[in-house]
């Protein structure tokens, strides 16, 4: 029996679609890795060094918010500033400035002897990992207290609008009695007068009033109005120029206000335990993850990413306080669709938190200020040393007092006080 091998020309065209459709899926999946090897290997270091350098830009921008209200509460910025007062001037200088500013306001003569030397050897001080995951629970933290005085603001607003309707309402309802009253007397009076006037039809037009003068109030006020917008234009490029700071998504709106008060407060409690020490890992005791790998699927078709999802452990405080909050809410609510979404809610927080904390581990890990010891002697009172040694403890914490000698004077029933002090310098 002889075989006919021969290929009709449907089947050649047949088989050269199928050695397409092979060569394509070949390359699609080979050709990224043999670029990769015949590829100049600098240029994924390279690539990898400029995607360092945007993080550290990103994870710069995060910390300024943070920076600023450190310098605030530590003395190191005057007034409404943002920047350091060190970077105003040379260190020296910003420190004699500062202390005779509070000495004059203790009420100190100004008649002191000062010395100042610079600490020799400048040491390092490391920066734990704790302290960076302690720092992203604190902007968390923060994020939750703005989110809870908005909802309340909010609450409050609704309600006074509420009252203002209702008592709107009852005003309108007696206006009405009232007018239909009055209006009653009215048609019944009308029906007796007879129209004594009538329009003037031969009027001038010339007797009208100009309105030039009403254009160029016009003119005016478009123009001024015009300026105020190019003024806020202006202030909003400043604003989308000023770096953003680093924003934590907020809890769904389609739980009520009043619970999600109740979650905020729970939340905030659990993180400060966390801060504390009790846990490592933030809501570890809440929820347990789950992770999906990822699927290329047939030919890229199909393909799937990975996927992380958190979910409510059985013992989970959060989730016990929620459906509590749920069961006892003036409303009937869907529970099943709120639980999810606040499920949502967690699984987006923890993926911020775990973006941030990788942002952060961009920073250095210790840094070295610059100290500098200062001996002040002079002869004052005991409320004037008393009030000295308070403004530094409040207004300036970049200053410590290490020592303090106090010794009597016959003179005026007055104290001979020589303080030691250490400034540190962060710059």
Do not use: C
């Not at 070949?26 to 600098?42: E, F, H, K, S, W």
């Amino acid at each position: 029996m002889k075989l006919d091998l021969q290929l009709t020309t449907q089947s050649k065209l047949l088989l050269g679609v199928l050695l397409l459709v092979l060569i394509i899926a070949v390359v699609t999946q080979l050709g990224p890795g043999i670029y990769g090897m015949i590829a100049n290997p600098d240029i994924k270091t390279k690539q990898m060094e400029l995607q360092k350098s945007k993080d550290l830009v990103y994870a710069s921008k995060i910390l300024k918010p943070i920076e600023s209200d450190l310098y605030q509460k530590t003395g190191i910025a005057d007034g409404g500033k943002t920047t350091s007062i060190f970077e105003e001037n040379f260190p020296e200088t910003v420190i004699r400035e500062k202390i005779n500013g509070i000495i004059k306001q203790a009420g100190i003569p100004q008649n002191y002897q000062m010395n100042m030397e610079p600490v020799p050897g400048r040491r390092s001080e490391k920066i734990s990992p704790q302290a960076r995951r302690n720092l992203v629970v604190f902007l968390y933290q923060r994020h939750l207290e703005s989110e809870r005085d908005a909802i309340k603001t909010e609450i409050e607003s609704a309600q006074q609008d509420t009252q203002a309707l209702d008592e709107s309402e009852y005003e309108d309802e007696s206006m009405g009695m009232l007018l239909n009253a009055w209006l009653e007397e009215e048609d019944e009076g009308e029906e007796k007068e007879v129209d004594k006037e009538k329009p003037d039809e031969n009027r001038d037009e010339s007797e009208e009033p100009s309105n030039d003068e009403d254009k160029k109030d016009a003119d005016k006020d478009n123009e001024v109005a015009t300026e105020d917008a190019d003024e806020n234009k202006t202030d909003e490029e400043d604003k989308e120029m000023e770096p953003e700071e680093w924003k934590y998504v907020s809890l769904p709106e389609s739980i009520p206000g009043s619970i999600r008060i109740e979650l905020i407060d729970l939340i905030l409690s659990i993180s400060e335990q966390h801060l504390v020490g009790a846990e490592k890992v933030l809501f570890a005791n809440e929820f347990f993850k789950t992770q999906t790998a990822a699927s290329s699927g047939f030919l890229g078709i199909g393909a799937k990413e990975a996927t992380t999802a958190y979910n409510f452990q059985r013992d989970s405080k959060i989730l016990a306080k929620f459906t509590n909050l749920l069961d006892n809410h003036s409303e009937v609510l869907n529970k099943k669709n709120l639980t999810s979404d606040l499920q949502d809610y967690f699984s987006m927080i923890q993926k911020q938190v775990s973006e941030l904390t990788d942002k952060l581990e961009l920073a250095q890990t210790s840094y070295t200020p610059e100290s500098f010891t200062i001996k002040i002697k002079f002869t004052t009172e005991i409320d004037k040393l008393i009030n000295l040694n308070r403004l530094i403890e409040t207004k300036s914490k970049w200053l410590m007092v290490r020592d303090l000698q106090i010794s009597a004077d016959n003179k005026d029933n007055k104290i001979l006080v020589e303080v030691l002090l250490i400034a540190r310098v962060y710059q």
